[in-house]
């Protein structure tokens, strides 16, 4: 495979031109070679690196969140936040960085919140906690923005919770990841997820869902890398009034 495409499906590049640009820059090495060619031939087990690391976050997560804060023009500046499956804080580094007040970081895991984000006096981390039975006066109140980024638990089982953590006119944001959403007889080898129609299948059930809680789609679009196990992924964003057309899926999922 060539280089400047195997850097974006392994999540390494926003996107193949983005890749081309790295390789450029002479930042890429593969099996601790520099390499400058994007037509190069990088094996499947080839180890692809980038030296000197340009990421803007703490994580690729913020690459995802930044992508969906463009493309639903969502201004957070001032704004408090929660950010459920807040990890390493990607999300969290991007919202801080995009102007938010205040975020509170909540995870079912722990010590897992980059050094720089747990020191930053904005941010507020709740460790060990499980965001399916989470409720306002658990972190203090409500939230304009809710955001998520979460692994191994559907997003149906959170909306009614997220719905109760924003305030009646607040907004959600969240990563669907069609490998948590689809079903073992829908994953593939090394559990990726390639059938689009699965993906469309998979979308639909998850606006359904958030909207039966009172969420509802008014934004869709694709992440603009793939998950750590190359998966696909998209971001949605929900309000009390919606307005994106679920025509527009397949459109999304097959087209972009």
């Not at 593969?30 to 094996?43: L, N, Q, R, Y």
């Not at 459920?84 to 007040?101: K, R």
């Amino acid at each position: 495979m060539r280089i400047d495409k195997a850097l974006f499906e392994r999540g390494l590049a926003s996107s193949r031109e983005a890749a081309k640009r790295m390789l450029g820059e002479g930042i890429v090495t593969a099996d601790g070679k520099v390499v400058t060619k994007p037509s190069f031939d990088a094996a499947d087990d080839c180890v692809l690196a980038i030296v000197g690391e340009t990421l803007r976050y703490v994580s690729r997560g913020g690459l995802k969140l930044e992508r969906a804060l463009d493309a639903f023009s969502l201004d957070v500046t001032g704004l408090s936040c929660i950010d459920i499956g807040a990890s390493t804080g990607g999300f969290t580094d991007c919202l801080l960085q995009h102007g938010a007040a205040s975020v509170r970081a909540v995870d079912v895991g722990r010590a897992q919140l980059h050094e720089s984000i747990a020191a930053d006096p904005r941010v507020t981390s709740f460790e060990g906690v499980n965001a399916r039975y989470l409720k306002p006066e658990d972190i203090g109140g409500t939230c304009q923005l809710a955001v998520c980024d979460v692994s191994f638990i559907s997003l149906t089982l959170l909306f009614s919770a997220v719905r109760g953590l924003i305030e009646p006119e607040g907004r959600f944001v969240a990563l669907i990841k069609p490998q948590f959403e689809a079903g073992r007889q829908n994953i593939g080898k090394g559990g990726i997820v390639k059938d689009k129609a699965v993906h469309e299948a998979v979308i639909r059930r998850v606006l359904e869902s958030a909207s039966a809680c009172g969420l509802h789609c008014f934004g869709l679009c694709a992440s603009p890398i793939a998950g750590g196990d190359g998966n696909r992924e998209y971001l949605a964003g929900f309000d009390g009034i919606g307005g994106f057309s679920p025509e527009s899926i397949r459109h999304i999922v097959f087209d972009t």
